[in-house]
């Protein structure tokens, strides 16, 4: 089963390292990972995607509570979370296949970053659900490069307390 992990660390050299070598040290793959700053000044969000059971999710809350550095560690419920993906995608599109594109993308939210000769540049923001669609309606149009962040996300408001693996403080 899959589980959106995230966890508050001081913003010191190594916070992450730590982190992406238990996970591997103890064989679970990660999906998807994004790091970024948070409201408060020195502490980064680490947002994690794994593939784990649920006594297995127990384990690594277990283990990711000892690491240095680590503040709190909560599990994000699909249901009671906004997760979000940015997508950027560089089609291949001739003058007079621009318009279609552009289109499909303005139906997604997307918007058009650059363009050169016979391309077209999209940045897209969603659930990975909807970048998914988005990236098979353009593949037959030609995908010359294609990146994606890892997922962000956060309890909503009107969602029951998050799933607070542990705290320190």
């Known amino acids: 089963m899959k589980h959106t992990i995230s966890v508050l660390v ?38 994690l995607r794994v593939d784990a059971e649920h006594h297995s999710l127990e384990q690594i809350e277990k283990q990711i509570h000892k690491l240095v550095n680590v503040l709190r560690v909560t599990e994000l419920s699909p249901d009671e979370a906004v997760e979000r993906e940015l997508l950027l995608l560089k089609v291949g599109a001739s003058p007079e296949r621009r318009a279609e594109l552009i289109a499909t993308s303005a139906a997604f939210k997307g918007r058009v970053v650059d363009l050169g000769a016979d391309t077209v540049t999209f940045e897209l923001t969603g659930t990975p659900e909807e970048l998914d669609a988005f990236q098979e309606l353009a593949r037959p149009h030609g995908i010359q490069e294609l990146v994606r962040t890892g997922r962000v996300g956060m309890a909503r408001a009107s969602a029951k307390k998050p799933r607070r693996l542990s705290a320190i403080n």
């Open 10 to 47: 001081e913003d010191k050299p190594g916070a992450l390292a730590r982190i992406a070598t238990m996970f591997a040290r103890r064989g679970f793959n990660i999906d998807s990972l994004a790091v970024g700053p948070t409201e408060r000044s020195g502490v980064s969000c680490i947002t």
